[in-house]
């Protein structure tokens, strides 16, 4: 059948075993030195792998591969104690997976010999009526989906920037990755902002900060189809429309990391060299880092 599986660009893959942890099905191993997908069978494709991998060796395809299968993977996993049958439903759930959970439900119903946790806790925390217990790892489970309020200060006159309207500094339309035309004569020898399609709602001075004459383009590493579009794309504004430098701006969440991935394929694949700089913004909109890479 064909499904969406993990790829493994063996060039990139430094072997570093970062996206390890977050593979809670077991799919993922270092082999040679190299992380290896080791069984179709494990791999369930929702990429919460991709975000881990400081090299952006990872990416999801769509090929011909065996089925996913729950039941082997609740198999393997009842061995890694509690909070990670707890992350990896968790995962499944935020991703819609109905027909997984109750597979693995059933699974731990039947097989009550086969581990030593109590069900309840895990039926507990699927219906958010308690958190998983402190573990020294979180790196899986869709962290990036995890609910949270955002507290900020109240509003006042001596906080906000202006007075009146805040324009807009986008110079061209449209933004989503699929929709742009490297051709266009707007991106000729401009500077271009690649942000994920997050990063404008959590942070308010985005195009003060960002976007001030330069271009744009917009996607999301996680849920994006077509993404070898989006790499066809960077490599054509960089050879033909000769971008002169690519902003990535990402959100803190693990599964934000595959955009700058993306955009370090791009200029390696690319003949021209251009400078690229990195900027992650955590979900309250603070910029966390800024670094040309």
């Not at 219906?127 to 995890?146: L, R, T």
């Not at 906000?160 to 339309?173: F, H, I, M, R, Y």
């Not at 003060?208 to 849920?223: H, M, T, Y």
Request: aromatic share 4%; net charge negative.
């Amino acid at each position: 059948m064909e499904r969406d599986v993990i790829k493994i660009d063996e060039d990139l893959c430094n072997g570093c075993g970062e996206c390890i942890p977050a593979c809670h099905e077991g799919a993922l191993q270092i082999i040679d030195g190299k992380a290896r997908l080791i069984s179709d069978l494990m791999c369930d494709g929702l990429g919460a792998c991709l975000g881990h991998c400081p090299q952006g060796a990872m990416e999801i395809e769509k090929r011909e591969a065996e089925p996913y299968n729950e039941t082997k993977v609740m198999e393997i996993m009842v061995d890694k104690g509690i909070n990670t049958v707890i992350a990896h439903l968790k995962h499944l759930k935020d991703h819609n997976e109905t027909e997984f959970v109750k597979e693995a439900m059933g699974f731990l119903k039947n097989n009550p010999d086969k581990y030593d946790f109590d069900l309840q806790e895990i039926i507990d925390a699927m219906h958010n009526k308690v958190q998983a217990k402190p573990m020294a790892h979180q790196g899986g489970g869709c962290p990036g989906s995890q609910a949270r309020e955002i507290n900020r200060p109240a509003f006042t006159m001596q906080n906000n920037a202006s007075t009146g309207p805040v324009n807009s500094e986008l110079k061209q339309w449209p933004v989503q990755m699929h929709l742009i035309n490297p051709g266009s004569s707007f991106f000729q020898e401009a500077d271009m902002v690649l942000a994920a399609d997050c990063v404008p709602f959590a942070m308010g001075n985005f195009h003060q900060k960002f976007l001030k004459n330069k271009v744009l383009g917009i996607a999301c590493p996680k849920l994006d189809d077509g993404q070898d579009t989006y790499l066809n794309k960077l490599v054509s504004l960089i050879n033909d429309a000769r971008i002169n430098s690519l902003t990535v701006v990402i959100m803190q969440v693990p599964c934000c990391g595959g955009l700058m991935g993306l955009a370090q394929q791009a200029v390696q694949l690319a003949s021209r060299k251009i400078p690229v700089k990195r900027a992650i913004i955590s979900v309250e909109g603070e910029v966390l880092s800024e670094d040309w890479i």
